[in-house]
């Protein structure tokens, strides 16, 4: 809008006091030119540059391959379960990967080896970078949205998640500069578009979603603490 | 009218004041359950954060006939004028970070929300809001002890009880796990209410007349005959709101068997309560 | 090609226009956004599996079970542990601010060794060796007798370890502090003979009198007396508090009886009086009074009629008639004593008769009455081995019959009377009554040895802290006592690695034992304290481990009891406050502020009344007719002939005229910023009365003046 | 030294001269703006207000600098719409005041809020049922609509007007401020109305709550009312206290007759109304919610009845009465003592509506609370009026803020 009245002003100034003088053309025209330029390296820069500065990558401590875990495990919930006060319980703790696993590797992977050498050897939890971990103020119910009806939602992970047991490799976690926050919240799309249900977990998705399945969209304290 | 509201739950308390000692239980627990900061003076109780505060009150007589009473007093969770929700606090803040649970009857504070106004805590008549006046701090170590169900503060914000939501979420957690549909009433208690050593405090669901809250306030559903803006006014004769004829409709229900107690729930015109008192928590009765 | 101004205009306008429709504005200001949310500073607790470990809280003799809510290794919250036989669910706010104490500022880190005004760590071998050391030299000195400790309580296997160290060393100098426990026995031993306890059906009784007994207050244990409280008004029975101020039991009573302060225990023998001569006394008790029941209801008609009781009490004749007679009628009667909480001063004559009444009524060992039984003993140590040196010392005379007492002597002497002293879970320089003394004793005996948790006012005068882990660290049987009806073992257990370089007091007994020779290193020949705690509790080890508990009597004693009324029959003199002043300093109990060994915690601090702690002024409570135009938070000047202190003024109608009511358990002076330095100890202010007969410290109270700071 | 950026045939005093006042005033502002600062860096903890107290001296100088500042609005409303010519005279200064007023009142208002980087959440996530929101949209639209009354005043300037850019653009945008000024009257009038209805719509404040109309309590519109009516006094106040600073006469007569008529009016409509109201609220509203009205002006150590007597009769009657009558109006000294009286009747209403409404006990069982500002709220609140100063004076000497002031002063060229 102060674009347009001050092009209307300039104009209507460039009119009125030098009326006749034709150099102003010529300006005007340079105008247009740089502003072209402008633009379209700013767009440009906003739109492919600016994602790259905004986000700090990081690499998972070591490759995970989920879809040979799920081969082999069977389904997401034989390693990211609830517990039996129906709170979730994230990723799997080394003891939970000890159920299956020894302190020799059962495959050949040099993955498998950091693990065993790095962790389970020295007793340390593998700190891995969760891509949907939610800020402290958020509440979130695993419970209420996996369980099956009348309870619960009866929801897959995938809704959320995306096809993440498809994967055979981890992708590196991009954390904002800003917020802190893993990029898998706003989304990989910098425009904030998604195409999937899975492809933003920001505020308004989930309740978008609570809005069309319940008819509400929530109140503060379901998912606020 | 959605889905959610049918079912709707509406969450309060009744405090029995006879049996309250004044004891510091319910403000400790309430403090340990949510995080609560304190600093070097807290001896100034109007910048002081008790999400239950316990007041003293007394009779006003000379002594030997002094009489002293304690009153627990949470967050009165307000439904606000004719029980629709619109709190005193809930509708002034600027930027939604308080609203009404419809579904449970809950007014909720969103730390992150808030920005600091300050409106709700003027709006509200019982003081059961406070200002984070200071950055909490904890001595070193000592936030090792923090609970992750609730968010700790920053400075700047408004805070206040929030009937232990988290309790109610966790509880819900469970019922998912198992299948149910809903929850017990022994499942959702808040952490005040397990704490009281002299059990002065009950709480549930006023919308269920199976719990125990429900059977002692015997909540009126229909407005007040002389009042339209109050709703849900006990039946039971000993049972009184605070500052009920505001018409805030609070959720938090006293009872005491002595007359100069429930007069001192709110306030009257000279010679009004003699007027009124023994139809007191009765009057729609018929 | 010229570069005009409006060929900048249009760069510029190109730029905000190109990043104006790139995402780059919205999503700097959702950015932006949550930045402002969430500030590096504040907190982010790790979440994780909930888990709840059982244990038993040792911070007052109450003695509750608690559940201890843990996120993986955590704590992060106390709460009342339901069915436990003593408390059910129900905890009190200090028990709930448990964890406070684990992470206290105050708290000894490591080891210390005092070094002219200063403290300096040291390793707990060196710590080891320097007290084995010095207690060596006093054993090998010939006079083991002078070594002397002090702890919180006679039962108990850490207790019973110090008594041991103390046998097998050769001192007979074991002192306890103060605690209704302690009260309860010596009334009991008064009337009912050594090795007994009295314990009060308050769950069953239809009609409590107590005489000023805190039952809301701290009193006992106070999470079940609450829950008494509270089943008292669902039974409908009738409490009668006796006392000269509303406290918040009074308040709660049915029926609140003002009553000068010191007089109560002529009050209970003028009601005995009235009982006897309307005949309301229970004749097949009174037959089997012993020690000269003729002489004493001779001594109370003549010498406590009802219009001099009035007179002495300020009670009305009529009510005393009154209360009396409803006490005589009432189906389940109990008449309890112990002012405040209980732990304070105590006079013998007033204890024993207010016991009386529940004598004279019969309703000792009747539902709803008093329970007397013997002291139960859970715990067998196998037996010492004493040498010549032990046996020696140990036949030695005490110093002196109770823990003040001893103080008076070191200040008395000009030799050291006690060359070591050893102090667990108590703090005598902050609450026995005229601290200064206390703390100049200290200064005289030539070596003080704290095992203290925390730097509290004791463990600052010693020359050797060796810090103990806090309840919820470590392994320990917690005995109840305290004036409950039945008994109970609980097992308080460590849920949390220790978070300093601290130890078990037991294992540091057994590490002290076994660095010295003699009797003593034989004695004590069990590698932990978890061992010898096992093997000393014998059979009862299975269930108290498992269960976390185990009861030991419940319910009506079914046992003979015998009355002895000879100490009243010998009609002993009631102490006087000292001083000249026209007003009357007595302290006040209140739940939120304990008063005994244990500091309050920052939660607790928070909760108490601005009618009782305004900044760093202790607020006095007076009657407004008291006042003389005193207002409300005028800054005045307290003086006793103890002591002096600035205090604020609250003018109270719940206070009898003349009185001066100062809360108990302020002022404390370490290195605790939320608790410390907060007002003023009480204890500075009063000092001991001795009472005749009974060698107790009996003073409720000092007289003292007001004036206008 | 600045004599090329003064307006041409204007006299001001030296340079120097000039400089040692700004420099007294600035040292104000440099107290004000410390105090600022310690209040962003440590927190409000270093205000006195408290959990009782959670609107103070702040909200309250908030809501007096926007009452008094509603003069620009209802002289831009009166001159624009209304056609009221004479007002020209004094447009200029009305604006300036305006925008100082409302600078001001968003700078406390950027003070006052707990979390002041997230202040403007209260646009990002608003909620259309408060008040607030209501008055921090208003208030922020209708200080850019002053902004822009105001920039054609600053391209007059002598240097910027020899623009030609500026110079026409002055000339357009004088053109269309008819919009502006209907804009700004249309935004005063909620956001003036909002702030009173902050104050009604407190149901949980027997003192504070009004019945009304629709959503909007009788405080709204009688903040609006009351704003519209002092407003003009303040205008008035402050060009009556320039002039005397200055030693010139910069506003004629006639112009300040028909404002102060107008005001005087708008008074005398507005304490009837404020009396009707609260003969209302005083027999009706509040003994309904069971209180008597002594209980909010006894029992304590300074709220009594001599404030609503001093509101409503010494600082509205009065001034009302005396600007309405002809003779009384036109007499300089009573007409001084009416403006004053004015000023501090609505800054007295606005102190009662924030500061009284916190002090009164509800619960039956708690007790008053007064309160005392810190130094800090001190120092930031007397902030905005050095700034005042300090923007009155350098408009005043680098702008033609007073169109008669050259034809007044034409005769004997003073210096102050």
Known sequence: MSKKESENGSAESAGECTAGDTKDDKGLGLGVIFFIVAFVICFLSGTLLFPKLLYSKKEQPFNFNHALHVGEAGSCDSCHSLREDGSFSGIPTLDKCMECHTEEPLGETKDEAVFAEMYVAKEKEVPWYVYSKQPDCVFFSHAAHTQVKPGGAGMDCVTCHGPIGETTASRPYEENRITGYSRDIWGKNIWGIKKHSWDRMKMDDCAACHKTETGHQGYCFQCHK | ?286 | MKVDRRSFLGLGLGAVAGFSVSPVLLKLTDDSSIWTQNWPWTPVPVDGEVMYESSVCSLCPGSCGISIRKIDDRPVKIEGLTEYPINDGGACLHGISGLQYLYDPSRVKTPLKKNGDKFEEISWEEAVSLVSGKLADIRNAGTPEKLACITDKNTGSVSGLFKRLLKTFGSPNFYIMPSLESYLELTAASLHGKGTTIGFDLDNSDFILSFGAGIIEGWGSPVACFKANASRKERGATLCQIEPRLSNTAANADRWVPVKPGTEADLALGMCAVILKNNLFNAAAAAGFKGGFNKLTALLQNDYPLSKISEITGIKEADIEDIATQFAKAKMPVAVFGKGRGDGSQSLKELVAVHTLNCLVGNINKEGGAFVQPVKEYLEFPEETMDDIADKGFAQAKLSLYVHDLFDKVNASSQPVVEALLVYQSNPCYSLHDTKAVKQAFGKIPFVVSFSSFMDETAKEADIILPVHTFIERLEDIPSGAGLSKAVVGLSKPVVKPVFNTKHPGDILILIAKAMDGSVAQSFEWETFDECLETAAGDTWGDLSENGYVILSEGVPKIPHEIDISFLSKAPDSVQPTGDGDLLLIPIDNMRLPSAAQAASPFAVKTVSDEELKGKDTVVEINPKTAKGLKNYDRVTLTTPVGTAKVMIHLSEGIMPGLVGMAKGLGHSFDNKYVSNKGVNINELIGPVIESGSGLDAAFGIKAKISKA | MDSALIPEGANRCSFPKFAVGIAIVGAVVLWGVYAMGLIWWKGLNQTNMNDYYGFALWIWADLAVIAVGGGAFFTGLLKYIFKVDELKNIINFAVIIGFICYSSALLILAIDIGQPLRGWFIFWHANVHSMLTEVAFCLSCYFAVLTIEFIPNILENRQANKVPFFHHLAHNMHGVMAVFAATGAFLSFFHQGSLGGVAGVMYGRPFAVREGLLIWPWTFFLFTWSAAAFGPCFTLLVTRITEAVTGKKLVKDNVVHLLSKISGWMIITYIIAKIIDTIYWATVTVPGLGFNISHFYSNNGFYGYWILVTEILVCGVIPGLILIMKSTRENPTLRLIAIVLGVIGVCLNRWVMVLQIMAIPVLSFDTWALYVPSWQEVATTVLPVAYGIILIAVTYRYLPVFPQEKELNRTKPVTE
């Open chain 2, 1 to 286: 009218m959605n889905k959610e509201n049918i079912k709707a739950h509406k969450f309060g308390m009744v405090i029995d004041l006879d049996k309250c000692t004044g004891c510091g239980s319910c403000m400790v627990s309430c403090m340990s359950e949510n995080n609560v900061p304190f600093k070097e003076d807290e001896s100034n109780k109007k910048d002081s954060i008790t999400w239950m505060r316990v007041y003293k009150l007394t009779n006003g007589k000379s002594f030997p006939d002094t009489e002293i009473v304690y009153l627990p007093r949470p967050c009165q969770h307000c439904g606000g004028k004719g029980d629709h929700g619109h709190s005193p606090c809930v509708s002034v803040c600027p930027a939604t970070a308080t609203d009404y649970g419809y579904d449970t009857g809950i007014v909720s504070q969103i730390y992150t929300r808030c920005f600091g106004c300050r409106y709700c805590m003027g709006a509200c008549p019982y003081h059961a809001r406070y200002f984070n006046w200071w950055d909490p701090k904890w001595p070193e170590g000592m936030e090792k002890y923090l609970s992750p169900n609730v968010s700790p503060r920053m400075r700047g914000v408004v805070e206040k009880c929030s009937f232990c939501y988290h309790r109610y979420q966790a509880a819900r957690d469970k019922a998912y796990y198992d299948g149910r549909e809903d929850i017990e009433e022994n499942e959702y208690q808040t952490a005040c209410t397990t704490a009281c050593p002299a059990g002065a405090i009950v709480f549930g669901d006023l919308n269920n007349p199976a719990h125990r809250v429900h059977e002692i306030v015997k909540p009126d559903p229909h407005p007040a005959s002389n009042n339209p803006n109050v709703v849900g006014k006990s039946r039971n004769p000993n049972v009184f709101r605070l500052l009920e004829r505001l018409g805030t409709n609070p959720k938090v229900y006293y009872l005491s068997e002595r007359e100069w107690v429930r007069k001192a729930g709110d306030n009257y015109l000279e010679g009004e309560w003699d007027k009124i008192k023994n139809h007191h928590g009765s009057e729609s009765h018929g």
